[in-house]
């Protein structure tokens, strides 16, 4: 067997000949993911593949962006139970309100899954503008780790930056989950439908976050 950039049966001009064991062993090294490459002699040898800066720099971004998109941020909690509100429905629940205070409504429903909220409508807007300020600083960490990132010159800066925990100098880094108590809640009936009193919520942090991101 020969070798010159590739396999040959039969001698080639500028090609070095090699065993049939060493080219069986060859292609069961490229078959688990390494590569055929030539070493300073132009004999074929199998080499582990080292990616560019700038495909590491692509994996960290994605990296980041999938982060970004988990429920270990896009998380919030009301009353012991965990969900999300994305963009469109919280656009949408401020519509409804809206609808609804004019009609002379003083309580309003907010829906985590199968698990209904039954809230005054004072309580419900607070709760979505806090979503929404959180949103807005999620973004804004969103943006700065990925300009840290691009800015980055070497591949060990770039696999030793972890989103989760770094720091950025002159800014805020970490930021907490949203949870809303329901201390003095009461199951309504046999539905999951839980009533807050006016005065039946208090903010409370969940723990450090991290980073936050943006929301949509």
């Not at 692509?58 to 998380?75: G, M, P």
Request: net charge negative.
């Amino acid at each position: 067997m020969y070798w010159r950039d590739g396999f040959y049966s039969k001698p080639v001009d500028g090609g070095v000949e090699i065993s049939m064991e060493y080219y069986k062993e060859l292609l069961e090294g490229q078959d688990g993911g390494l590569l055929i490459l030539e070493d300073e002699t132009g004999i074929p040898v199998l080499r582990m593949y080292e990616p560019s800066i700038e495909e590491l720099r692509i994996i960290k971004l994605q990296e980041l962006e999938e982060y970004d998109r988990s429920s270990a941020v896009n998380t919030i909690s009301i009353g012991g139970v965990s969900g999300w509100l994305d963009k469109a429905t919280r656009v949408g629940l401020m519509n409804s309100i809206s609808v609804e205070q004019a009609s002379g409504r003083t309580e309003t429903s907010i829906w985590l899954g199968d698990h209904r909220f039954i809230m005054p409508i004072t309580e419900a807007v607070g709760i979505l503008r806090q979503i929404e300020i959180y949103t807005v600083d999620c973004n804004n960490a969103t943006r700065e780790h990925a300009a840290a990132i691009r800015g980055l010159r070497s591949k060990e800066d770039i696999e030793a930056y972890d989103f989760k925990t770094a720091i950025l100098i002159g800014h805020v880094s970490l930021y907490e989950n949203l949870i809303w108590s329901n201390r003095f809640c009461k199951w309504i009936g046999s539905t999951n439908a839980r009533r807050f009193p006016s005065w039946g919520r208090s903010a409370i942090s969940s723990g450090p976050l991290s980073r936050c991101w943006s929301r949509q």
